[in-house]
């Protein structure tokens, strides 16, 4: 297959010039047949007859898929929690993804609240820098809400390439924030040209059910799913997309993982809602039924959160929904514990510690699951796998497509490989694999990261630090474009009247709203109404005598409504 | 009328009664019969019957006779901030009266902090003096601790309440969270009450004034500028969630959108016990009106949730109404003078909301709903009143046509044609929301405890004769499918083996930081000893060779109530 037979065990290839010949190149738009050259870990050349210098690796790839490498959005490697860190760290993580085809990762900064953002960042960036294999980019969880942490979404966007925030709805008393709070971090994110993620379910409802199921005695594994219905996950997907109507900002939200869940979404894409649905490789792959396993920590392995849906259909309707766009990227929300971590919680499901496997996995699964089944087309297979991700993060076309000046990450893609997915055979250090036993069709024969061959005849050779942070400029145009064209149109006037002059109620002192009630956190409605006022009379003193009171109304449009975001706004008089 | 030489009289005092020639018009069926009534009961329905003599005797003509209309929401007499609704229960229930509608349900609100039994008192007393039809009474819950618990119990037990709303907007006030919300719900499906929500996500209201008012917009424009109504479908959708995960059967007050219609009919075709009540305003007219340029007119049309600036709404609302989708109607007849909304006149989130509606109801509904030919006259019935005297458990006293039944009824000229305005409404208001609008279809009789109060246009009505209807808990309509599934949804645990493996150590601080909301968070306590003697208790693992799948149903699904929980092991 390779031309470097002879040096296949070296364990790092130090070559920078690298050309495959005879490939089916495969983007999200289109496939073709062409030969492609690269060094320096770029794309230089792609076409026939290529010219290139003498003595260079090549690589014949007798007609196969040649794709873009894989993106997965969403992991969580060496991520803290309690004092513990999640069984695979950066390298471990990395590795894996390798791999299973996939070069390039985007993790998320989780803040301890209290803990600033900045320095949250650099942790991170340093674990990272030392130990990743492949490149990587860092999403920021905002996990505590105030001035401070604003100016460092800022700091953040601007200085160190973080184009996107997640904030949470769950995880009550710890991260959750209120629905107060997200409008205005999600008013902050618009302003800074940045995506709000959320990780969607009512925080108050799983807390309240969680007590319940645990008054009643259950303590396993399966209360986690019994706390957290599915419904749960749909009414916050619900709340946080009004939220981001209402404040005009782009969604995504990560960890798709309930028919009920998915609808919402596709609805509110189809009422024009900026909003993108991340599906993950569990989802997509396995279901909820096996909470129920008698043997603990199988069980456990796969909790996380939101849950597993314990429907069986789950995955082949987010498949379905996946390949006809409704859903847009994947990520695998890789975060596995090992057995003696999950155990923390053996006495309360409560406790046990959230995450599940799938970076690996990812890419074979939505083959095996996707385009075997005729669901979708090798292109729709790279959009899902990495183009779009490129696009809404930002990196497009850097990442997420082959073409002259793209990095030269890719895959050699075998559509005939069958494989069983295995703890014994995969690459994370867990002793459960939520997959275990899944015969997947689809794999990937070579993988080439940063113009390198790490991935060949079945041999991994990654380096361990070799991967580099991707920044990611804010205002991605594939999210912004449609939201910077509502902001223009979302101006708002109010109608100019005389002043009311007719007598006045008196009213008692107490006024409607300042009764100081339990909630003392964030209710800055109130102290604006110094300003206002002042606003409003100088407005009438400048708009003077009502002159215009017989030219019919109709002919200023007070109101334009965005397509399909503001409610149906007409502007009678 | 053989009553020809006394129709003066303001008081008619004849107990008896008999209806000749009346088509009785119930929400199942419609039928020619005679209707007699005694004491302000209906005695005898059918041909031919044998009365007592002298008793005065109204000649139907084949016109519809209807139970008469329960306006399911009212505010009169609603004190604000040191004023008064201008209609108190005397004017109120009037116009209620000359609409067709011979029961109101008054809300009781109680202010945060005080006693809801000191409230529902208050409230009585107020009825029990002025109002000229019979009522009963809702109980808003403004705030929620033991003590609440305390008097929501005892108001169902011994005061004949049997339904309590909850306000999702009104920060700092009346709002609940999401938690609060969990727990009354909970507390209501285990007594047997129906939760009514005010649905309309308070927080976000809350920062959209803000920027409304930062934008100098002040004018009632602002008032649904800063409500657009996702706000209120993304409550209705919260509440939803809540209800289901509580088993708790839910009653949205005040539709006012499309898109909060569209969830509640979403949701009922899921399976959720979820009633919608649209409003004669959200009927009969829209939103459009906050932009007028007569500032007293736009305030006039302030009420929470808002009338949707989408002109065809109210046409969407009557046919899911029609379809059965939406359940029961009311008014939210909650009127204020000008002088009283101008207290908001530089700022319309002091506007005091509330728009009329009482009297226009039934008439609104008819012209709408009957006369377009997406109801019939059975469910005309229905949503005006037999709906409402289900769902409050007073069925079939109120709501029907039968003997036994109160003599609470309405002959129905469907082609009198009328045009609505403020100079001949019944209300003390100087607005009608809907000023102009020509409807067809009025009552022509009403019939209120056994007595002519509306004749030849003439209103006779007695301030003080209305009685309170006490309604009792666990009402049939909303609460057998309940029970059902309250019996279906029993939780089982997996009896496992002991985990007896390696545990890591772990720092204990993520459950315990104490972040600012300190209120509930009381889950990790009990818990570990429940689980610890419930283990104890189930003895040894089973063995393991036994089969798994036929042992139990482990969890057994409501009919479209929680998900799809299979039991597979």
Not at chain 2, 475 to 493: E, I, S, T
Request: proline share 6%.
């Amino acid at each position: 297959m390779s031309g470097y037979q002879g040096k296949k065990n070296i364990p790092r290839i130090t070559s920078d010039r690298l050309l495959i010949k005879g490939a089916k190149i495969v983007n999200d738009d289109q496939s073709f047949c062409a030969d492609i050259y690269m060094e320096d870990g770029v794309i230089k050349q792609i076409g026939e007859n290529l010219i290139v210098p003498g003595g260079v690796k090549t690589i014949d790839a007798h007609g196969r898929m040649l794709m873009p490498g894989g993106i997965d959005v969403h992991t969580r490697f060496q991520m803290p929690d309690r004092g513990m860190t999640s069984a695979d760290d950066f390298y471990q993580g990395t590795k894996a993804a390798l791999a299973g085809g996939t070069t390039m990762i985007m993790d998320h900064v989780v803040p301890e609240p209290g803990v600033s953002l900045i320095s949250a960042f650099e942790q991170w960036r340093e674990w990272a820098d030392s130990k990743s294999c492949c490149d990587y980019s860092l999403h920021v969880d905002i996990t505590e809400w105030h001035r401070g942490i604003q100016e460092e979404m800022e700091m953040l966007v601007k200085d160190h390439g973080v184009n996107s925030f997640l904030v949470y709805l769950v995880y009550k008393d710890i991260f959750q924030l209120t629905d107060s709070q997200v409008y205005e971090v999600f008013s902050v994110i618009r302003d800074l040209g940045a995506i709000a993620q959320v990780h969607a379910e009512n925080g108050d409802i799983v807390a309240e059910e969680q007590r319940r199921i645990l008054e009643q005695g259950i303590t396993g594994p399966e209360g986690h799913v019994l706390s957290r219905p599915e419904e749960v996950e749909a009414e916050a997907v619900n709340r946080s997309v009004t939220v981001a109507n209402q404040t005009n900002c782009p969604l995504y939200v990560t960890k798709v993982m309930s028919k009920s869940a998915a609808d919402v979404i596709a609805q509110a894409r189809k009422k024009g809602t900026v909003v993108y649905g991340e599906p993950i490789t569990a989802s997509l792959g396995t279901d909820g039924s096996h909470y129920w396993s008698k043997n603990w920590a199988k069980a456990a392995a796969y909790v996380t959160s939101p849950p597993l849906s314990p429907d069986p259909t789950t995955p082949d309707y987010l498949n379905s929904l996946l390949s006809c766009g409704d859903l847009q990227v994947t990520g695998s929300a890789h975060c596995p514990f090992n057995t003696a971590q999950r155990a923390v919680g053996k006495d309360d499901f409560s406790l046990i510690p959230e995450g599940v496997n799938g970076t690996e996995e990812r890419m074979s699964i939505i083959w095996d699951k996707c385009v075997v089944t005729g669901k979708m087309d090798e292109n729709q297979f790279v959009a899902v796998t990495s183009t779009n991700a490129a696009k809404i993060y930002n990196m497009y076309p850097r990442k997420g497509r082959i073409a002259v000046g793209s990095d030269a990450d890719l895959v050699l893609w075998d559509p005939e490989v069958t494989k069983i997915i295995s703890a014994k055979s995969h690459n994370s250090t867990v002793e459960y694999n939520i997959f275990e036993g899944t015969e997947v069709r689809g794999g990937p024969l070579v993988v080439i990261s940063q113009g390198k061959i790490v991935l060949e005849e079945g041999n991994l050779h990654a380096t361990e630090g070799s991967g580099r942070y991707i920044a990611r400029k804010p205002f991605p145009d594939y999210v912004y474009k449609r939201i910077k064209a509502r902001s223009r149109l979302a101006e708002l006037r109010g109608v100019p009247r005389g002043l009311y002059d007719g007598p006045v109620c008196e009213v008692s002192v107490t006024p409607k709203t300042m009764t100081p009630a339990s909630s003392a956190k964030t209710s800055p409605a109130k102290q604006v109404n110094q300003p206002v006022r002042n606003l409003h009379q100088s407005g009438f003193s400048l708009s003077g005598a009502q002159i215009d009171d017989n030219i019919p109304r109709r002919n200023t449009q007070r109101i334009v409504a965005p397509p399909g975001g503001r409610a149906n706004i007409t502007s009678l008089g | 009328m053989s009553y020809q030489g006394k129709k003066n009289i303001p008081k008619i005092t004849s107990d008896r009664l008999l209806i000749k020639g009346g088509r009785i018009v119930n929400d199942d069926q419609s039928f020619h019969a005679d209707i007699y009534m005694e004491d302000g009961l209906i005695k005898q329905i059918g041909d031919n019957l044998i009365v007592p003599g002298g008793v005065k005797t109204i000649e139907a003509n084949g016109k519809m006779v209807v139970p008469g209309g329960i306006d399911i929401h009212t505010h009169f007499q609603m004190p604000y901030r040191g004023t008064t609704t201008v209609d108190d229960f005397a004017q109120g229930s009037k116009a209620a009266l000359a609409g067709g509608t011979t029961m109101i349900v008054d809300h009781v609100i109680p202010e945060p902090g005080s006693s809801l039994m000191e409230a529902y008192d208050q409230w009585r007393q107020w009825a029990d003096e002025k109002a000229c039809c019979d009522y009963s009474l809702h109980v808003d819950v403004t705030h929620w601790n033991d003590s609440v618990k305390q008097e929501v119990d005892t108001l169902i037990k011994e005061k004949g309440v049997n339904s309590f709303q909850v306000y999702m907007a009104y920060k700092d006030y009346y709002q609940m969270s999401n938690s609060e919300l969990y727990e009354v719900f909970t507390f209501l499906a285990e007594r047997g009450g129906i939760a009514q929500v005010h649905a309309e996500n308070g927080e976000i209201i809350a920062e959209e004034q803000a920027r409304m008012l930062q934008m100098g917009i002040t004018g009632p424009e602002g008032h649904v500028l800063s409500r657009p109504e996702e706000l209120e479908a993304e409550a209705v959708f919260r509440a939803i969630t809540i209800a289901s995960q509580t088993n708790c059967p839910l009653y949205v007050t005040r539709v006012m959108s499309k898109s909060a219609a569209d969830i509640i009919s979403l949701a009922r075709k899921k399976g959720n016990v979820v009633f919608g009540e649209p409003i004669t305003a959200s009927l009969g007219t829209d939103g459009t009106h906050y932009w007028s340029k007569n500032w007293a007119k736009a305030a006039s049309f302030v009420t929470s949730p808002p009338l949707s600036p989408d002109p065809t709404t109210p046409d969407y609302l009557n046919t899911l109404l029609s379809s059965g989708d939406l359940s029961v109607t009311g008014s939210a007849h909650c009127t204020f003078s000008v002088a009283q909304k101008a207290i908001g006149k530089d700022d319309f989130t002091q506007i005091p909301e509330g728009v009329n509606g009482v009297e226009e109801r039934m008439a609104l509904i008819w012209d709408k709903a009957v006369t377009t030919g997406k109801m019939d006259e059975n469910m005309f019935v229905a949503v005006t009143s037999t709906n409402a005297a289900k769902i409050l458990n007073l069925y079939p006293r109120k709501g029907r046509i039968a003997v036994g039944s109160d003599a609470d009824l309405v002959i129905w000229d469907t082609d009198a044609i009328r045009t609505i305005t403020a100079k001949t409404h019944n209300s003390a208001a100087e607005y009608n929301v809907f000023e102009g609008m020509e409807l067809r279809g009025a009552p022509l009789v009403v019939i209120c405890q056994g007595k002519i109060v509306l004749e030849d246009g003439n209103l006779h009505v007695t301030s003080g004769v209305g009685r309170f209807i006490p309604c009792s808990s666990f009402p049939d309509f909303a609460y057998k499918r309940v029970k059902a599934r309250k019996q279906l949804a029993v939780l089982r645990a997996v009896p496992r083996g002991m985990y007896d493996g390696p545990v890591s150590e772990f720092s204990m601080s993520r459950g315990g930081t104490p972040s600012a909301s300190a209120r509930t968070s009381p889950t990790k306590q009990p818990v570990r000893n429940l689980h610890q003697s419930g283990f104890s208790l189930a003895g040894p693992p089973t063995p393991d060779d036994i089969p798994i799948r036929p042992a139990g149903r482990r969890i057994v699904v409501p009919p479209g109530g929680r998900s799809n929980i299979t039991s597979l092991s």
